[in-house]
């Protein structure tokens, strides 16, 4: 009993993410990375699959690719700033709400309409910009390597809202019938149903 005790506290020190050393580092950029992959099995034994952004004939796995890399981004930010003080592990809590949010995003926006979808984005890019004034005043160099998966979110929520504003009649500017579906295939278009991870 004695001995199984140390081995999990040898395992339990090994794979603490507040580390400060090379490994928790590394713990905090995979770990969001492997919590995506849990998600995107989860999700495809119950028939369901992620819907991600590839815009302008973007090639769907770099579209995957681009949202998925943001991940490990906020893991390292998360590692920057969670030794600093109360306000960085505030901070971490914030990027840890935000990691989960990219993570379970690309399921449950799947079956939302394009109206919906847009605001569904448009509120996580909110939560992304909120964090990253958290961040900034805490680690500058933390908030730079947000700064790739929040412009990835900006050009996501306002494409589509774009979308949404020309051919929909919530916006007011085109309104003829016929154009729901043309929103549809536009956006559609843009937010791409991806094996994400099953089609490597």
């Known amino acids: ?13 090994g794979l603490d993410v507040n580390r400060r050393d090379g490994l928790g580092m590394a713990l905090n950029a995979a770990l969001p990375l492997l919590a995506f992959v849990i998600a995107n099995g989860i999700a495809e034994l119950n028939g369901a699959f992620p819907v991600l952004f590839a815009p302008f004939g973007l090639l769907s796995w770099l579209g995957a690719a681009l949202h998925i890399g943001s991940l490990p981004l906020f893991g390292l930010a998360r590692w920057m700033v969670m030794t600093r003080g109360r306000d960085g592990r505030s901070v971490s809590c914030w990027l840890e709400a935000l990691m989960a949010a990219c993570v379970v995003f690309p399921f449950v926006v799947a079956p939302l309409d394009s109206l919906l979808l847009n605001l569904a984005t448009m ?13 900034t005043n805490v680690s500058p160099q933390a908030d730079l ?30 309104n003829s019938q016929g154009h729901g579906g043309a929103l ?17």
């Open 1 to 13: 009993m004695a001995s199984n005790s140390a081995i999990y506290l040898l395992v339990g020190a």
């Open 123 to 135: 509120t996580l890019l909110l939560l992304g910009l909120a964090v990253a004034l958290r961040v």
């Open 145 to 174: 390597l947000m700064l790739p998966g929040l412009v990835w979110m900006r050009l996501s929520a306002f494409v589509g809202l774009s979308l949404d504003a020309v051919w929909s009649s919530s916006f007011g500017l085109i």
């Open 184 to 200: 549809d295939k536009l956006h559609r278009g843009a937010f791409l149903q991806l094996l994400a991870i099953r089609a490597m």
